[in-house]
């Protein structure tokens, strides 16, 4: 039987060999400033729940969820509240955000990470500890964690799928946390477990991380619920709807979440958090992030604290060995560039990868040869070549026809084209565009539906 794959991708230059001998290395912010931004996740922006001038503590909740869809933000280090203003962010926006002053002391809170028998805990009481604790998908999307495990039929639930896959290129903080503390893995899943009494537990490593296959099929020979699924190498294996269908070979739309395939999917760091705050007491203070590439001097893999900053960060890891044409946040199939290092780290931050020179500038686009490589490459069975001519027509209605918001942006079709066509970029673009026009028509069609329901009313009034 061969190793579980999907249909299409592609097999970019992995570049891993740059960090992924390099073990995770402790590093405490050297700047005194922390910055919390209010959203690092998706959804509403958290609410403060302190003001300036406020003493804070280690593990301290510092912002509550703002909605459903929101997460809570919590201190990583112990000082005082010294504004509450817009920071920016990676992306180039600005979010209002917590700063403190960090003290160096690290006072934390009474019983932070406290043993915890996850065992004596309802299923409720553990997503409320998610919750609280403000885990959010470390994957990168960010997605609020609580949510995620809270379906509308558990019961339908019967895989959990922990995505070891790290497809991305350069990535090596998931590797190396398998490596390294596999135990918090297993107990992360347990817990997960626990919530699904129908499910069971699935570890998906690409084969090219043989080491990490094996230390984890060590740690769950003697588990029956939890087995590991060994992945094909190739890019975008660690994408969730093709992962699920690698996994279970059951196939998921923009329609539907995974709980709808009867599939929760977690990334490897988030699924180590849910072992941190459940049995540990401990909710979301540091997380694992690679700083790599070429202009890094030594790339590493370090645990930081978040609201730290990231040229504190390259500072650790000896700085630029020359001045990056290219700096990603993330890396380069999925990453965004981004053109200040100062910014902080946040929940989803999974790496920072400096290139001395920039692809996408180095070759120029030129005009479609109908090779039909995108077609072959896309993992979610979509024509990029007629999309992108809707696309250059602005034609959101034959983009929408053409599957268009399918899409999940993973790059593949960009990465094998020969005539460099941003495909990607054009159809992020339609995609923000179409997603606009679907809003627009349904506030429409919801006023138009009150008006004929008022009308309908004055109507019976009358009679």
Do not use: W
């Not at 405490?28 to 003493?55: N, R």
């Amino acid at each position: 039987m061969g190793l579980a794959t999907f249909k299409g991708g592609v097999h970019p230059f992995e570049g891993k060999e740059l960090s992924m001998d390099k073990p995770v290395t402790q590093l405490k912010p050297t700047s005194g400033e922390m910055v919390y931004p209010l959203s690092q996740h998706i959804g509403a922006p958290a609410k403060p729940l302190v003001k300036v001038g406020d003493e804070v503590l280690v593990g301290q909740k510092i912002a509550d969820a703002g909605g459903f869809i929101s997460a809570v933000v919590n201190c990583s280090v112990s000082g005082k509240v010294k504004k509450i203003e817009p920071r920016i962010m990676v992306n180039g926006s600005k979010v209002m955000s917590i700063i403190v002053e960090n003290d160096g002391e690290y006072r934390a809170v009474e019983g932070l990470g406290e043993d915890r028998d996850p065992a004596s805990l309802s299923k409720a009481d553990i997503r409320e500890i998610v919750k609280q604790a403000g885990i959010v998908g470390l994957g990168g999307a960010g997605f609020p964690t609580n949510v995620k495990i809270t379906p509308k039929d558990e019961n339908a639930i019967d895989y959990v799928i922990v995505n070891g896959a790290e497809c991305e290129p350069y990535l090596t903080c998931d590797y190396r946390m398998m490596l390294e503390e596999p135990e918090r893995l297993v107990g992360g899943l347990k817990i997960m477990l626990q919530l699904f009494d129908n499910a069971k537990g699935v570890i998906g490593i690409e084969n090219n991380k043989p080491q990490a296959i094996a230390k984890m099929k060590e740690m769950v020979k003697d588990e029956p619920r939890i087995e590991v699924c060994e992945l094909l190498t190739k890019y975008p294996q660690g994408g969730e709807r093709s992962l699920i269908y690698a996994v279970t070979g059951r196939a998921i739309n923009s329609s539907m979440l995974p709980a709808d395939a009867g599939c929760v999917v977690d990334n490897v760091n988030t699924v180590m958090a849910i072992y941190d705050a459940v049995a540990k007491r401990t909710p979301i203070l540091e997380r694992v992030v690679t700083i790599t590439g070429d202009a890094i001097a030594e790339p590493q893999n370090f645990k930081v604290r978040t609201g730290m900053n990231y040229n504190d960060i390259i500072a650790a890891a000896g700085g630029f060995k020359t001045e990056p044409a290219k700096i990603l946040s993330g890396g380069p199939m999925m990453g965004q560039s981004i053109f200040t290092t100062d910014v902080p780290v946040t929940k989803n931050s999974s790496s920072l990868t400096c290139f001395t020179v920039d692809e996408v500038e180095k070759y120029k686009e030129t005009p479609c040869i109908r090779c039909g490589r995108c077609v072959s490459a896309c993992p979610e069975f979509l024509v990029p070549v007629l999309m992108m001519s809707e696309c250059r027509k602005r034609n959101l209605e034959g983009f929408e026809a053409l599957e268009g918001m399918e899409c999940i942006e993973c790059g593949s079709c960009a990465f094998i084209c020969p005539a460099r066509r941003p495909l990607t970029q054009a159809f992020k673009e339609m995609k923000r565009e179409v997603g606009a026009l679907r809003r627009k028509r349904a506030e429409e069609a919801k006023a138009k539906a009150a008006a004929e329901a008022a009308e309908k009313g004055k109507e019976d009034a009358k009679k």
